[in-house]
C-alpha cells in the first residue's frame, strides 16, 4: 500500500514565498537591466538629435551652401568677421584630419599587429607579464600628457631633422595620437590572435611548418576580422581625438597634405570655437555643429564597416 508523504504546511508555505521572492528579484532585476539599456539607447538617440537639430540651423543659413561646405577649400569662420565673406569649405579642416590620422595609423597599425603576434605567439610567460601592464600603462595615460611630449619632444626633434617642420605640425600630433592608439590595437588584436584554436597551430607543426609560418599564414588569417575590427576602432579614435592635435597640430586650417606644417583637424576646431568669444546664435558658433554631424557621421560609417567585417569574415569553431 503507498502512502503519500506530506509536506509540513510551514515547510510548504516557506518554500512558496521563497520561489515567490526570487521570482520577484528576477522580474525586478531584468526590469533595471531593460530600464538601463533604453536609457543608453535614449542618450544615444538624444545626442544625435541635438547634433541634427543644430547643425541644421548652420546648414538652413542663407550664408552656407551645401557645395561649398563639402566641396570648398577655404575655412574662415574665426579669422574672418565679416559673415559676408566667412567661407566654410571642409576640406581644411578634413585635410588635417586625413594627414594626422594616416601618420597615427603608419604607427599605430604595423607596431601594434606586430607587438599583438609576439605577445601571442612568441612571448614567455615573464615577458608577456612585464609587457601587459607596460601596455595598459600607456593606455592609462591622459591624452593631455601624449599632447605636451608631442609639443616638448616630438617637435623640437623633428626639427633637428628638418627645419622645414613648423613648430605646431601634422607629423609631431600624428605621432603622439598614434603611440596614443597603439595599446589599443595591440590589445585587441592579441586578444583576437589568442581566440584562435591551438589545434590549428599544432596541424601546421605537424605538416613541418615553422613558428613563423604558423603565425603569418595560419593565425593572423584566422584572426582576421578581430584585426581588422580592431584597425577600424583605432582608425575612429584617432579621428576624434581632441586634446593632442589641440595642443600639438596647430590651429591654421589649410588645404594641404604636407604633413610639416600645420594642420587644424576637425576635433580641433570645435575646441577653438568653443573657446572663442563669438556670441550665441551666430552662423560661425552653429559651424561647430556642422563640423560635429560630419565628423559623426564618419565615424558612423567606420562603425558600420566594423560591423560588417567582423560578421563577414569571422570564424566559427567548434
Do not use: H
Amino acid at each position: 500500500m503507498n502512502e503519500r508523504i506530506t509536506l509540513p504546511t510551514a515547510l510548504t508555505d516557506k518554500r512558496f514565498k521563497s520561489t515567490s521572492t526570487s521570482r520577484l528579484s528576477e522580474r525586478l532585476m531584468v526590469a533595471l537591466l531593460g530600464g538601463f539599456a533604453f536609457l543608453t539607447i535614449a542618450i544615444s538617440a538624444a545626442i544625435v538629435f541635438m547634433l541634427v537639430s543644430e547643425s541644421w540651423n548652420f546648414f538652413s543659413s542663407d550664408y552656407v551652401k551645401f557645395s561649398d561646405f563639402f566641396f570648398g577649400t577655404r575655412w574662415t569662420p574665426l579669422q574672418v568677421t565679416d559673415i559676408e565673406r566667412v567661407e566654410f569649405g571642409i576640406w581644411p579642416l578634413l585635410s588635417g584630419t586625413i594627414r594626422v590620422t594616416a601618420i597615427a595609423m603608419l604607427i599605430a597599425l604595423p607596431l601594434g599587429l606586430m607587438t599583438a603576434i609576439y605577445l601571442s605567439e612568441y612571448a614567455s610567460r615573464p615577458v608577456r607579464a612585464v609587457l601587459k601592464p607596460v601596455l595598459e600603462i600607456l593606455a592609462g595615460v591622459p591624452t593631455v600628457v601624449f599632447g605636451y611630449f608631442a609639443i616638448l619632444l616630438i617637435s623640437p626633434s623633428l626639427q633637428l631633422i628638418s627645419p622645414s617642420f613648423d613648430t605646431f605640425n601634422a607629423t609631431s600630433a600624428g605621432i603622439a595620437v598614434g603611440i596614443l592608439c597603439l595599446p589599443m590595437v595591440c590589445s585587441l588584436s592579441e586578444d583576437a590572435l589568442s581566440a584562435v584554436p591551438r589545434s590549428l597551430r599544432e596541424g601546421v607543426y605537424g605538416l613541418g611548418g615553422t613558428r613563423l609560418d604558423t603565425s603569418l599564414k595560419v593565425v593572423v588569417p584566422a584572426a582576421m576580422s578581430g584585426i581588422v575590427s580592431a584597425f577600424l576602432l583605432a582608425f575612429s579614435r584617432a579621428i576624434g581625438e581632441t586634446m593632442v592635435v589641440a595642443l600639438a597640430a596647430g590651429t591654421l586650417a589649410n588645404f594641404s597634405f604636407d604633413p610639416r606644417q600645420q594642420s587644424q583637424t576637425m576635433t580641433g576646431f570645435i575646441v577653438e570655437m568653443l573657446k572663442s568669444e563669438l556670441e550665441y546664435g551666430t552662423v560661425q558658433y552653429y559651424s561647430l555643429f556642422g563640423v560635429a554631424i560630419t565628423l559623426f557621421a564618419i565615424t558612423f560609417v567606420m562603425t558600420l564597416m566594423g560591423q560588417y567585417v567582423r560578421r563577414r569574415y569571422q570564424e566559427s569553431y567548434q
